[in-house]
């Protein structure tokens, strides 16, 4: 099969098998990208159908087992699920969601059936992980495409970038010739009615889903709805009405300046290339766009490369060695407050303004980016020990944000310790590690309106 300009460089075969001609259908299992627009994943399986004349399944597995799990972001995720679903199956494709605890062992199990396996990019090890076990397990081929980066992680760069500025470079050198369109291919088989013998869930509401699922209840839900519409309707209000002024106002929490489209983007329900579109046909490029694009493509693809090339990208180890010297230095610098986890869970500090930002994420399940700095570099100060601070910072991150569980927040609390980042003034248990101080936030922007917001909501 050719390869059509848009998948140069996104495909990659986990496994060198050859394709099944005996076998019964298609799959694509939608592991991150969660949307029928603009996803590679879903047109390349299309081809494949096309070319081979097999038909598709599009395999949707859900487990109540996942570490994570909670009611919160499976409502969001389960929105956006069941709005490709829908979408998929106007154009004639089979789209299962299964109930399966052993994700591992289903996705072998229906592949002995099948022709070939596509799935989307992994980033986070126990994900890389769980496809390179299964590549190895199959008699078919098994591709992983990469549809929710501008630039694919490993053509961009083959190591850990150590600064913005060396990706941006790189990823800016190759951007003109990965932003192509990709238009939806037309199934010529139609599977809708097929029947895959599997026992398939059939309800179509995400809190009828939840109903059925034994998971983590305790965190609220969020006021915000998931799916692909819920993302272009965030998008054309952000163009409309905020991206004029995003360059001086993203960094105002007070203010409501970003575009929310990190929960989206994390569920893979909208493309970034469809974002980056979107943007440069509605507003013509400034200095707003591209500080928009700075937050869009660099620094949420230096994440990706962070942690595909960094194993400790979730632990205190991961962070730069000079980060690690320098906090280690002053590991026993007295602190003036040190607090438990279950006094950070519960926004129980001393200080009005951490506490907000804490009450934000437990209220909303996102933090604003300003806040999500000074939350975490405090909880480095009001912590014994950095290592101990690093883990807080991720347990709280993955179990209340929307967008958690992203390599975008391991590199965001990396970040709060040292990477990505060069030595500051060395001060008292920060070492040479950037601080971010209660006046810092007084003078930049007003802190007071902010708190009045949050205690509104
Ligand atoms: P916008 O300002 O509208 O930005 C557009 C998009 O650019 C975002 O949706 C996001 O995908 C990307 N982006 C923005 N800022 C960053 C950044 N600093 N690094 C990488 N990509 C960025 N982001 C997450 O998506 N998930 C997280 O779990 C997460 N945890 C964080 C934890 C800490 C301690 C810090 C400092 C940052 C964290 N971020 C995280 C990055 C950033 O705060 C959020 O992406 C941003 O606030 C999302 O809001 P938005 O979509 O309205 O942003």
């Not at 054309?236 to 105002?252: A, G, M, P, V, W």
């Amino acid at each position: 099969m050719s390869m059509e300009p848009e998948f140069t460089g996104r495909v990659k075969a986990l496994n060198n098998r050859q394709f099944n001609q005996s076998g019964k259908y298609i799959i694509y299992w939608m592991f991150h990208s969660h949307r029928a627009n603009f996803n590679h994943s879903l047109e390349y399986a299309i081809n494949l159908s096309n070319d081979y004349k097999k038909p598709l399944l599009v395999y949707f597995p859900i487990t109540e087992k996942y570490k994570y799990s909670n009611a919160r972001y499976y409502k969001f995720m389960l929105d956006g699920v069941l709005e490709a679903k829908k979408s998929i199956e106007e154009r004639g494709i089979k789209f299962i969601i299964e109930k399966s605890d052993d994700i591992k062992r289903r996705v072998i199990e229906i592949s002995k059936n099948a022709s070939a396996l596509i799935t989307d990019k992994a980033y986070l090890k126990y994900y890389r992980k769980l496809h390179s076990d299964i590549a190895k397990k199959l008699d078919i081929p098994f591709y992983e495409v990469e549809s929710d980066v501008c630039v694919p992680v490993e053509i961009v760069s083959q190591k850990q970038e150590v600064y913005a500025f060396n990706i941006r470079k790189k990823i800016y050198d190759l951007l003109d010739s990965y932003l192509l369109k990709l238009k939806p291919r037309e199934p010529k088989i139609k599977s809708i009615n097929l029947d895959f013998g599997m026992e398939e869930i059939t309800l179509n509401n995400s809190l009828k889903i939840l109903d059925i699922l034994n998971i983590d209840k305790s965190v609220s839900l969020s006021p915000f709805i998931g799916g692909y519409s819920q993302a272009k309707r965030y998008l054309e209000e952000f163009i409309e009405k905020k991206l004029h002024k995003y360059k001086d106002y993203r960094s105002h929490p007070e203010l409501d300046y970003q575009s929310n489209l990190s929960p989206y983007l994390h569920f893979g329900q909208i493309s970034p290339l469809e974002v980056v579109f979107e943007t440069l046909s509605k507003y013509k490029r400034d200095e707003n766009v591209d500080s928009f694009f700075n937050e869009l493509i660099v620094w949420r693809e230096l994440a990706r490369n962070f942690c595909y090339y960094n194993p400790n990208y979730n632990h205190y180890e991961g962070i730069p060695d000079w980060a690690k010297k320098t906090l280690e230095e002053h590991k026993n610098d007295k602190r003036d407050y040190v607090y438990t986890l279950e006094e950070f869970e519960n926004a129980k500090t001393h200080d009005e303004y951490w506490n907000a930002a804490q009450l934000e994420l437990l209220k909303t399940g996102k933090m604003h980016n300003y806040m999500r700095m000074y939350w975490c570099k405090k909880i480095i100060e009001w912590t014994q020990d950095p290592k101990h601070a690093f883990d807080i910072a991720c347990y709280l991150n993955d179990k209340y944000e929307l967008d958690g569980r992203d390599p975008n927040g391991y590199a965001g609390i990396s970040w709060c310790f040292g990477t990505h980042d060069r030595p500051w003034k060395e001060r008292k248990i920060y070492g040479k590690i950037r601080y971010i101080s209660a006046s810092g936030l007084e003078s930049k922007f007003d802190i007071k309106k902010y708190v009045e917001k949050i205690k509104s909501l």
